[in-house]
């Protein structure tokens, strides 16, 4: 499929890589594609996340493990970040304004977690687009909560005074213990894919599930299984309550013209108004 990324195997020097990089945003190689996350318990559709990828103009469609580390490290992730919030804010508010009410959750790394302008550029991509802030979800990993703690508070608080709902991505259990993490902000903890391959062999996956789903409820925080290959991790997820799924069983990421077309198919199939 045409958006899915290409493997390059080419040799490509850091610096030509570099190099590639640094005109990249003006030259609109970037765009951004959308996975589908489903509610487990009702089989609705609950949201997208949103993930970067750039059209090469020689090498074809990158994957961001092949670029985002290198963004972060020379500093670009900071405009490269704010124009991927305000492109999947703008997205976020047509799809509502044609009536579909659901989740636009969006990576943030750690450098722009930490930059003195971020909570302003969240501000700035939801007044311009008029997006619902409700509706927006960040997504961090848990390296950039838990450096500066103090600091990280504070900018936590500044985001959820905007009205968007805070996740923890890539979470696995043996990871910080979830109520070291619920001392921020959060709302939403992604189960790591790693970890949901494992469930349907391992009793010990499948019963720290149970544990971390009773734990999330009693800590106000909803639980999001990311990775989902096969209807076996599905059933297994669904019956230990986690609410809401995300993986290639239910779709890979695609384009937005693309998601109108499975939003329409899946209001078909499902029955369900969206
Ligand atoms: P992530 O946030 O954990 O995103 C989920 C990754 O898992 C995506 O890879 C997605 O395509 C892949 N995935 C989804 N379902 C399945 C599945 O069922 N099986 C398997 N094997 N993989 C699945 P992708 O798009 O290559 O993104 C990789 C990482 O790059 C993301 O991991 C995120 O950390 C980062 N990233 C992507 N877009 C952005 C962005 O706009 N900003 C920042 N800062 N990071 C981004
Ligand atoms: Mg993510």
Avoid at 244 to 251: A, L, R, T
Wanted: glycine share 6%.
């Amino acid at each position: 499929m045409a958006n899915e990324p290409a493997v390059s195997e080419a040799t490509w020097s850091h610096e030509d890589l570099e190099s590639d990089l640094a005109g990249a945003l003006e030259a609109g190689e970037f765009f951004l594609v959308y996975q589908p996350t489903i509610d487990l318990q009702t089989n609705a559709f609950a949201g997208v996340e949103v993930l970067i990828r750039w059209r090469h103009p020689q090498r074809g469609v990158l994957s961001p493990e092949l670029f985002i580390s290198e963004l972060e490290m020379s500093g670009q992730i900071v405009p490269v970040g704010r124009w991927a919030l305000s492109t999947a804010c703008a997205q976020g508010a047509i799809w509502h304004d044609r009536g579909y009410r659901f989740a636009v959750s969006v990576n943030i790394s750690t450098k722009q977690l930490g930059s003195p302008e971020f909570a302003h550029d969240v501000a700035n991509a939801l007044a311009s687009s008029r997006f619902d802030p409700a509706l927006l979800v960040l997504e961090f990993s848990q390296e950039s909560l838990l450096g500066d703690e103090a600091a990280t508070m504070r900018r936590l608080a500044e985001l959820k005074t905007l009205g968007v709902r805070l996740a923890v991505d890539d979470f696995a259990p043996g990871d910080t213990p979830l109520a070291d993490l619920a001392k921020f902000p959060i709302d939403i903890v992604k189960l790591d894919k790693g970890f949901i391959a494992g469930i349907t062999n391992s009793p010990e996956a499948a019963a720290l599930i149970h544990t971390l789903v009773q734990l999330a409820k009693a800590l106000g925080v909803q639980i999001i299984a990311s990775g989902i290959e096969d209807a076996e991790q599905r059933k297994r997820l669904a019956i230990e309550e986690v609410s809401i799924g995300q993986g290639f069983h239910f779709s890979r990421p695609h384009e937005a013209q693309e998601i109108d077309r499975y939003l329409e198919d899946f209001a078909i199939f499902s029955g369900k108004p969206l």
